[in-house]
């Protein structure tokens, strides 16, 4: 069942957050600014599960088709965790599994997915920013845990299991941090990490993934951080790193900036600068978090008449993310035996 609205093509470039449990005033009018496109939700948006599906229904209410997303990986990065939600393991736990039980990990990063979606989409949320193929070189703090692998064959593999499921739970994917962050020790919310390795192997190893799962990717999120062998902008505001996963690499998705509020954007120079940055790098939406000021700032001072071509085509990429079918109640989902026994999987791997 198709439930796109017309006013899905109008969605804007920008993705901003909101104060707290219920709209105030002021998100209201940040929400239907013409440049807003989506709103990312964060644990203090969050009391119970009617609160959220309460603020979701308002928000889609004032901005009809706008994109509800929220980064809900598993382990340590999962913002609703009470009042029913699962569990949800961290990505090395299938990592680990995969190395006893191939078929059996496969499964198990399906049931994942399919529980994440299923219960981010009964409570009105569209997208989670997951999954994470960053590769795990046991050197990143802020990575660590959340990546499934070493192995860059066997990231892909559970990654494409995971986005089975949240596919089957009618909600898209968005692989994260290309090419890569799991290389540097550096986290780039409070710094600006550096990758001094040569593009032959990122390409080899860390962006492997990104060209394998090919048309299984609905969204990507560069990484903030410089590769200087290849590019002295950090990739989300690198042309010639979107151009390559365009190009070399035939993506033809949606591509977020990482949060522009983040210290490894403050290379771009003001919150406007690193947004026209990021957008004429070849990004289609920006994020910017925790920082209404800079949201203003951002929604009065980015001028998209210089881009209307790409902010059109933009537009439609990320009209396709909105989820195509109805959702399930969260009661309906109790019932549902496919829910149920994907939810004994998931809960045995925590």
């Not at 949320?125 to 999954?131: A, E």
């Not at 540097?184 to 060209?211: C, M, N, Q, T």
């Not at 085509?313 to 989902?333: C, D, F, G, K, N």
Request: charge should be negative.
């Amino acid at each position: 069942m198709n439930n796109m609205k017309n006013s899905d093509h109008n969605l804007g470039p920008v993705m901003l957050d909101v104060a707290g449990t219920a709209l105030t005033i002021d998100d209201i009018r940040r929400i239907q600014h013409p440049l807003t496109g989506g709103v990312i939700l964060f644990a203090r948006n969050y009391e119970n599960r009617a609160q959220l599906t309460a603020l979701t229904t308002a928000i889609h209410a004032v901005r009809p088709g706008v994109l509800i997303a929220v980064d809900h990986e598993g382990g340590r990065v999962q913002r609703f965790k009470t009042d029913g939600f699962t569990k949800l393991p961290a990505m090395r736990k299938l990592g680990e599994l995969w190395d006893r039980d191939v078929l059996g990990a496969a499964r198990a990063a399906t049931d994942v997915g399919f529980v994440l979606g299923a219960e981010l989409r009964a409570c009105g949320v569209d997208l989670s920013f997951t999954p994470v193929l960053d590769l795990d070189y046991g050197e990143s703090g802020v990575i660590g845990d959340r990546a499934f692998h070493r192995d860059a064959r066997v990231v892909t593999l559970l990654a494409k299991s995971l986005n089975h499921g949240l596919a089957l739970a009618g909600m898209a994917n968005c692989g994260k941090h290309f090419p890569g962050h799991g290389f540097v020790k550096a986290d780039s919310h409070v710094a600006i990490p550096v990758d001094e390795r040569a593009l032959k192997e990122i390409l080899a190893e860390d962006a492997a993934p990104y060209e394998w799962l090919g048309m299984s990717l609905s969204g990507v999120m560069p990484a903030h951080v410089i590769y200087p062998k290849v590019d002295k902008h950090p990739a989300g505001f690198s042309k010639k790193w979107l151009s390559m996963l365009r190009k070399d690499f035939g993506f033809e998705g949606v591509i977020f900036s990482d949060d522009l509020s983040m210290e490894g954007a403050s290379v771009a120079g003001t919150v406007i600068d690193g947004a026209n940055a990021a957008l004429n790098a070849g990004c289609d939406m920006v994020l910017i978090c925790n920082s209404p000021d800079k949201a203003d700032q951002l929604l009065d001072g980015l001028n998209p008449v210089a881009m209307t071509a790409h902010l059109e085509i933009s537009a439609v990429r990320i009209a396709s993310l909105v989820p195509q079918t109805t959702s399930s109640t969260w009661h309906e989902l109790q019932q549902n035996s496919r829910y149920r026994s994907a939810k004994r999987v998931a809960q045995s791997l925590t």
